[in-house]
């Protein structure tokens, strides 16, 4: 599996161009809310999406992670595109050279109206669900949006390209399962559980996990599934006095540690993105749970991208560089820091990316308030 | 917002070009400046001044020699490249140099900055995003007509503040009378200088003798000096907008 060491995106939401060169394998992407951290993870999860509107699809929609509605897929879609783009074709792409070779994926498309009875025709929707949908909605659309275009990926072999269209009138694209290359934990994601699938099987992590959770509550002894009354399994919590407790009576650390590593084991020589790694885990834990997450990503050999807007976060984790006792020729920390700026000729904005050494980063805030988030 | 940095010698130079600047040209004492410069040892002296939403921060270094280590120390470089620092002054002594070789001390410890004596000068920064910004410098060499030093500045200035002349003239000849035989060391004209303005200062006010400079500096009033109005002069453009083009 690949690691990436380049990218460049050009046209993916706020971002007009972009290259950041030198990624490392742990790299933090920082910087103020709205610079485009998310759509930098975005980027990386695309790289790695198949050339089917279904793998877009999850990308979009790990935005609304905690929105159970799916009618607003269109709009999503759409805005994907950089708004500035002058000309009416919609195009992004993104390139990255990995340790396995060039890894680009492009989404060009155009935008056009048609009627409702036109759109029912081009929709991705089943007979059936075409049929429901006449039934259910009172009146259709006058004129409904519809986007026509391609998708391209490649991936060390050939570029395949798939033609796509769809319309606002469609709620759901499904397509086939595909393993992920790529994994992604949004900042809420723990609050969806998922914790223990990688961690139960495995004596060794499971131990591993026991020992950090003992941290947030030393009664811990062991973690499990449990079964409860309606027959369905439970996550939960052995404590020494033999007491099962599920995990939805713990608070957000735990979840969030358990989260962390589960995923970090499913993404074993892959690359694992962290959107704000912070939330819900207070700073007092960072300094024991940070080093614990680099150790492993190291011995699963897994590219770490963690976005945060924590300066405690983001100290801690520099503390794993061990600057003052190392002369560390070899850093394994990047500090990227994105910021949107005008453009020069004072027509919209676009994204500009600080990539300095966790060393730098280090040595600089020790000597004056350096500015890493902005 | 600007926010601009003096490099200055030592602690004696902060305090007077400190209330130099906040009686004569406007600026107020601020507790702590925003580029967060805090002294890293017992030589660093760091003092901060604000006007209106303009911030300059005062930094004795410790000493003539230290510039370098300063620099480094504090890693300025990368201050100003990942900050907003608007302009940079350098105030060093003359001592027995060329104007010459003081410049030649001071550009070595600002490895990339294009510092001028006496002129501001331009640079062209790219700070770590790829974006251009300009930052001013202005290297200012006291005294800058003749070979001495801050206190030599400070003797000239007590001659032309009327109600000074007199007494800093008796100090100027007392001092003399005591090099041909009873302090031989008074010949080196530094330490004759330095014997003069402490000499001075614990007759002007007794009660205060024994205490530094800093606690004489606000007994005289500086502003009436022509010669340190003159020599004080490039501190008018501090706080002010300053024409910097990033245009090659």
């Known amino acids: 599996m690949a690691s990436i060491k380049l990218i460049e995106i050009n046209g993916l939401r706020g971002i007009k161009k972009l290259t950041v060169s030198d990624l490392s394998k742990i790299n933090l992407i920082v910087g103020d809310n709205n610079s485009g951290k998310t759509t930098f993870l975005e980027a990386i999860q695309l790289l790695f999406a198949e050339s089917q509107l279904s793998s877009v699809k999850n990308v979009i929609n790990q935005r609304t992670v905690l929105n159970l509605h799916d009618n607003s897929f269109y709009t999503s879609f759409i805005k994907m595109f950089n708004v500035e783009q002058d000309n009416k074709l919609l195009d992004f792409d993104i390139y990255a050279e990995s340790n396995k070779g060039q890894i680009v994926f492009e989404m060009k498309g155009r935008e056009k109206v048609v009627s409702g009875d036109d759109a029912l025709q081009i929709s991705t929707m089943s007979s059936r669900q075409k049929a429901t949908y006449k039934k259910s909605s009172a009146i259709l659309p006058e004129t409904v949006k519809v986007f026509s275009g391609s998708i391209i990926s490649q991936n060390g072999k050939k570029p395949i390209e798939k033609e796509i269209q769809f319309t606002s009138l469609d709620t759901t694209v499904t397509g086939p399962v595909i393993k992920k290359k790529v994994y992604y934990i949004p900042s809420f994601g723990h609050l969806r559980f998922d914790l223990l699938q990688n961690i139960v099987d495995n004596p060794e992590y499971k131990k591993l996990a026991i020992s950090i959770l003992k941290q947030f509550d030393d009664s811990i002894v062991d973690i499990c599934y449990t079964k409860a009354d309606d027959g369905s399994f439970l996550e939960s919590v052995i404590t020494e006095n033999g007491v099962i407790m599920p995990f939805s009576v713990y608070g957000d650390g735990i979840k969030k540690i358990l989260y962390i590593m589960n995923k970090l084991f499913e993404a074993s020589d892959s690359i694992l993105l962290i959107d704000e790694i912070e939330t819900g885990l207070h700073k007092k834990y960072y300094e024991s749970l940070f080093p614990v997450v680099f150790a492993l990503a190291k011995k699963l050999n897994v590219q770490l991208f963690i976005a945060t807007h924590s300066m405690e976060a983001i100290d801690a984790i520099l503390k794993y560089g061990e600057y003052e006792e190392k002369t560390n020729d070899n850093d394994p920390i990047k500090v990227i820091t994105l910021k949107k700026v005008n453009t020069e000729n004072g027509k919209g904005s676009n994204v500009v990316a600080r990539n300095v050494t966790g060393k730098y980063v280090y040595e600089n805030r020790k000597a004056f308030e350096f500015e890493v988030r902005l | ?248």
């Open chain 2, 1 to 248: 917002m600007m926010t601009e940095v003096m490099l200055v010698e030592g602690v004696t130079d902060i305090q007077l070009i400190s209330y130099y600047l906040q009686n004569v040209y406007g600026w107020k004492y601020e507790k702590n400046n925003n580029l967060g410069i805090v002294p890293l040892d017992e030589h660093d002296h760091i003092e901060s001044l604000s006007k209106g939403e303009n911030q300059l921060v005062l930094c004795g270094v410790g000493g003539n020699g230290r510039f370098a280590h300063f620099v480094e120390q504090h890693r300025i470089s990368s201050m100003i490249v990942e900050r907003d620092i608007t302009s940079l002054m350098v105030v060093t002594d003359r001592d027995e140099d060329s104007i010459g070789k003081v410049a030649r001390r001071i550009r070595g410890s600002l490895e990339g900055i294009t510092i001028q004596v006496g002129d501001w000068a331009e640079n062209k920064i790219t700070d770590s995003f790829g974006q251009e910004k300009c930052m001013n410098t202005y290297l200012l060499i006291i005294p800058a007509e003749k070979a001495g030093a801050l206190e030599n500045v400070i003797i000239d200035a007590l001659k032309d503040i009327p109600e000074e002349t007199a007494l800093i003239e008796e100090v100027i000849q007392f001092i003399e009378s005591l090099k041909a035989e009873i302090v031989p060391e008074l010949v080196q004209t530094n330490k004759a200088d330095k014997a003069k303005v402490g000499t001075f200062f614990s007759v002007r006010d007794p009660k205060n003798a024994m205490r530094s400079f800093g606690a004489f500096i606000a007994k005289i009033d500086w502003a009436k000096s022509e010669s340190l109005k003159d020599l004080f002069l490039p501190f008018k453009s501090l706080g002010e907008e300053k024409e910097c083009n990033t245009q090659a």
